[in-house]
């Protein structure tokens, strides 16, 4: 081929699970990987600097063309543990929310939660580097990824997102899945998915190439019960739910 796929991923603990087996593959020499955080990446996507990209859902209406070209997803069945609503004062009394300006789908999710499930009207403020100190009194913030693994035991009320949407709809919810702007051939994303499949079937592998000062949280838990990686049919309703919320 005349040049590499150009694929986006998270940089965050959850995707190092799709990754590991994909950075040990093959595939590698058919691939550039590009990691950031997921408002990036989304950005990167839509803007049409790489090909396909783990991504924030929410971006989904925004692409001109949107292929879902894999059977894996950063998801959750239960408490997802890393996108939450965190506050000193329970949520009757929160009055405004900064937004993670690391996120796109889980922004939205919350604006959604605290409208529909909450029954809540907050002010809400766009999120800026250092914003996690300023939540405080009436102010809460949404936190995602690491940082929310670390920020759980700094904060009084912790109000988990996907947690949230279930018992609201009655289905999962899809933060993130593969996407392509462009169709990609079949052969690709079937070496693909057996490549993220890998670290999904080698848990121990993924957590002993993680520093100790990255687990913050008990990470074979996350990996095994808070983050659900099959992009499946269940999963596919709740995504088509929350786009059609936005």
């Given amino acids: 081929m005349e040049r590499k796929w150009r694929i986006g991923a998270?940089?965050?603990?959850?995707?190092r699970p799709l990754l590991l087996g994909l950075e040990q593959?093959?595939?590698m020499e058919?691939?550039?990987?590009?990691?950031?955080?997921?408002?990036?990446?989304a950005q990167d996507l839509i803007d049409g600097t790489i090909d396909m990209g783990l991504v924030p859902v929410a971006i989904t209406p925004l692409l001109k063309e949107a292929h879902f070209v894999s059977n894996y997803c950063i998801g959750a069945i239960g408490e997802v543990a890393s996108v939450c609503i965190f506050s000193q004062v329970p949520m009757d009394q929160i009055e405004k929310?900064?937004?993670?300006?690391?996120?796109r789908t889980?922004?939205?999710?919350a604006r959604i939660l605290l409208s529909q499930y909450w029954k809540k009207e907050v002010v809400f403020i766009k999120a800026e580097e250092g914003y996690i100190q300023q939540i405080n009194g009436n102010t809460a913030g949404v936190i995602i990824g690491d940082r929310a693994l670390a920020a759980r035991t700094h904060f009084k009320y912790v109000y988990d997102l996907a947690s949230a949407w279930i018992a609201h709809t009655g289905f999962p919810f899809v933060f993130a899945t593969w996407i392509a702007n462009k169709p990609i051939p079949a052969s690709f994303m079937e070496a693909f998915d057996k490549a993220n499949a890998?670290?999904?079937?080698?848990?121990?592998?993924?957590?002993a190439g993680i520093s100790s000062e990255e687990q913050v949280y008990d990470l074979y838990t996350y990996y095994t019960q808070n983050i659900s990686y099959d992009f499946n049919a269940e999963?596919?309703?709740g995504l088509d739910l929350f786009l059609s919320f936005l």
């Avoid at 998270?10 to 995707?15: A, D, E």
């Avoid at 929310?97 to 690391?102: C, E, G, K, S, T």
């Avoid at 889980?106 to 999710?109: D, E, G, R, T």
């Avoid at 890998?198 to 957590?207: K, M, N």
């Fill in 198 to 207: 890998y670290g999904l079937e080698h848990i121990a592998e993924v957590i």
């Fill in 235 to 237: 999963k596919r309703k």
């Fill in 97 to 103: 929310v900064y937004l993670d300006y690391q996120s």
């Fill in 106 to 109: 889980s922004v939205q999710l």
């Fill in 25 to 27: 593959s093959a595939l």
């Fill in 10 to 15: 998270v940089s965050y603990l959850n995707t």
């Fill in 30 to 41: 058919e691939i550039e990987l590009i990691k950031a955080y997921p408002a990036k990446i």
